[in-house]
């Protein structure tokens, strides 16, 4: 079955640091991934897509795929109180599904 | 630009009820669309996707049902709720990757 996980947290952040959030898949052959943010009672927001290995910065936020060891990265620069949510890593898994990570839980304490 | 909505925006059912909810998209053509629940604290679970009119692919078995009478409408039934049922329903639709846009969601509270 194919699986994205993501370390639950919480992680906490100070104020201004880097958070970086990470996650893994099993699906050798996934070619798209994403990350959504959620903010507690709201639904999941797209943040960041990523194709190809390397980096994709967008703002504060850095994209990193590495599909050799089927690992993929966020981090968010210059952390804001605004940026405590949780972020979902969501990996393609065919034409028309994506499966979700379980998120990961981020608190910037200022 | 495109838009989705979903009604209503919260719902508390007794055990045994029905349930219509429902997922309107605006801006785009034959979009595919999906229905998920997330259970308080727990990841996305997809339970219903679709291609087009008519179109519906089931992903866990249980009550819910799903249909697709209009190109962008999505709508999730069922016909007795259980008290499992409760969660946050989101509508989703596919952008031109295959990136998922998701509405307000609706949030169901069996009692």
Redesign the interface.
Known sequence: QKEVEQNSGPLSVPEGAIASLNCTYSDRGSQSFFWYRQYSGKSPELIMSIYSNGDKEDGRFTAQLNKASQYVSLLIRDSQPSDSATYLCAVGSSASKIIFGSGTRLSIRP | SQTIHQWPATLVQPVGSPLSLECTVEGTSNP?LYWYRQAAG???Q?LF?S?GIGQISSEVPQNLSASRPQDRQFILSSKKLLLSDSG?Y?CAW?GQ?????????T?LTVT
Do not use: D, K, S
């Not at chain 2, 295959?98 to 969601?105: A, L, S, V, W």
């Open positions: 595919n727990r990841g996305l997809l996707y291609v946050f989101l596919q990757g295959i990136e998922q846009y998701f509405g307000p969601g949030r």
